[in-house]
T-cell receptor, first 112, second 114 residues
């Protein structure tokens, strides 16, 4: 089992460019999440999908959109990247009685 | 406001020594508390999960304690190894339908030196 995979691992964008971060899980979890991690701060939830076909905003959704393509895949799109979106992005999936979350390896994004 | 605060921010210890990391939270109601280990350049990995009714849980050399009355948790690492060098993150799940909206501390960065 690969667990949670993310692509790409690294990306550099110019201000105003768009891109999509891809995430897939093979644990048959219903819930999937996108977080960003900035220096000195805890992970912050951008969007989540409690089940296939549903998505909801988290703490910091502005500037992002998501798509739950199927049960396995959950993508994050930046329509017009800004330097404030420079961060490390983590995808996670959750399951079990406590909805334990399993994280992918992260995407390091720099917006110039 | 629901918050999770961790101390110290960073810590350096010698290989073989023990250490204790602290977590204070103001989340209420509270469902469970988790500790994650995050190696540099990797995603967080779960170490322990404790419900409000549990006061200790171990995972090998890692032992987490929870005092729900004082809203404090600690993570004790015994006989540290170089591979323990990582950030340790305390995470609280709110009790009111908050399973999808975890609250993360900023982490304690631990460096184990030979």
């Amino acid at each position: 089992n690969a667990g949670v995979t993310q692509t790409p691992k690294f990306q550099v964008l110019k201000t105003g460019q768009s891109m999509t971060l891809q995430c897939a899980q093979d644990m048959n979890h219903n819930s999937m999440y996108w977080y960003r991690q900035d220096p000195g701060m805890g992970l912050r939830l951008i969007y989540y999908s409690a089940s296939e076909g549903t998505t909801d905003k988290g703490e910091v959704p502005n500037g992002y959109n998501v798509s739950r393509l199927n049960k396995r895949e959950f993508s994050l799109r930046l329509e017009s990247a800004a330097p404030s979106q420079t961060s490390v992005y983590f995808c996670a999936s959750g399951g079990g009685p406590y909805n334990e979350q399993f994280f992918g390896p992260g995407t390091r994004l720099t917006v110039l | 406001k629901n918050q999770v605060e961790q101390s110290p921010q960073s810590l350096i210890i010698l290989e073989g020594k023990n250490c204790t990391l602290q977590c204070n939270y103001t989340v209420s109601p509270f469902s469970n508390l988790r500790w994650y280990k995050q190696d540099t350049g990797r995603g967080p990995v779960s170490l322990t999960i404790m419900t409000f009714s549990e006061n200790t849980k171990s995972n090998g050399r890692y032992t987490a304690t929870l005092d729900a009355d004082t809203k404090q948790s600690s993570l004790h690492i015994t006989a540290s190894q170089l591979s323990d060098s990582a950030s340790y993150i305390c995470v609280v799940t709110p009790g009111s339908g908050g399973y999808n909206k975890l609250i993360f501390g900023a982490g304690t960065r631990l460096a184990v030196h030979p």
